[in-house]
């Protein structure tokens, strides 16, 4: 059967997702785990290889087994043979035919500034730390231009291999509560380190050092060079995904 895992993660001790070679990742410890619950050489397949850093509320995956324990089982489990740091928040059978990469869905990501004039100890492994006034209204304003269907080359990382640059962001909002500015993006996918270059691009817009319309001359060049740089792995975590 094919069971598919919703898995939350505190990102901070790994190298992203994906099994490296040098470095310690999610993927290598559900496979560990899951082969040894069930005896199997188990191979997860996730939705999104999240970067070194990068945390989870609700990042998906799937394997295939043999196993005879119920799907829904697994979850519990599993989590007993897990570091603390990651928990999986749900599992169940799926169709053969379901793939949490190539499913239409659509994914939301958010990254938190801690906008105040220290540090919060607290704070420190989930939040960018930013000590300038940031303007979130401004930053909003610049946010609604990224709406819509875009060629976001300008927002991809220069290495990354991707067959197009096109994606459709659903929705873009800032908000700020407190001391804690939140940058919300939903889309149907995302390009490399795009979620980060877009918070990147953002902080200088509420910094003052971009015009909330320089976005769009941003997203018409389709040039990494003039868009902000890239914010911190940190402040970025995967809400989750819905599937159609």
């Known amino acids: 059967m094919r069971v598919k895992m919703v898995v939350a993660y505190d990102g901070t001790n790994y190298s992203g997702w994906q099994i490296q070679p040098n470095g310690v990742t999610i993927e290598q410890k559900l496979n560990e785990a899951l082969q040894a619950l069930l005896g199997e050489d188990i191979r997860v397949t996730g939705a999104s290889r999240t970067d070194a850093g990068v945390h989870s509320l609700g990042n998906v995956c799937i394997f295939d087994t043999d196993t005879r324990m119920p799907a ?3 979850s519990y489990a599993l989590n ?3 570091p ?6 749900d599992s169940c059978e799926v ?3 379901f793939h949490p990469r190539f499913s239409r869905s659509r994914k939301t990501y958010e990254y938190r500034i801690l906008n105040r004039r220290f540090r919060m100890p607290t704070r420190r492994l989930d939040t960018y730390f930013y000590h300038y006034p940031l303007d979130v209204e401004k930053m909003q304003e610049a946010a609604d231009y990224l709406v819509g269907e875009h060629d976001f080359k300008s927002f991809c990382a220069v290495n990354a291999q991707s067959k197009t640059s096109v994606r459709t962001i659903y929705a873009c909002t800032v908000t700020k509560e407190a001391d804690i500015i939140t940058i919300r993006v939903t889309g149907n996918g995302f390009l490399y380190n795009m979620v980060r270059i877009i918070a ?3 902080i200088k ?3 003052g050092e971009f015009a909330p319309q320089e976005m769009q001359t941003i997203l018409d060049a389709c040039d990494r060079s003039v868009a902000g740089p890239t914010a911190p792995a940190h402040g970025l975590t995967m809400i989750g995904l819905e599937y159609e």
Do not use: Y
Request: proline fraction near 5%; charge should be negative; avoid cysteine.
């Open 200 to 202: 990147g691009t953002l």
């Open 80 to 82: 007993q043979r897990l």
């Open 95 to 97: 169709p053969d035919t």
């Open 205 to 207: 817009v509420g910094a």
């Open 84 to 89: 603390e740091d990651i928990v999986v928040q």
């Open 72 to 74: 829904e089982k697994i």
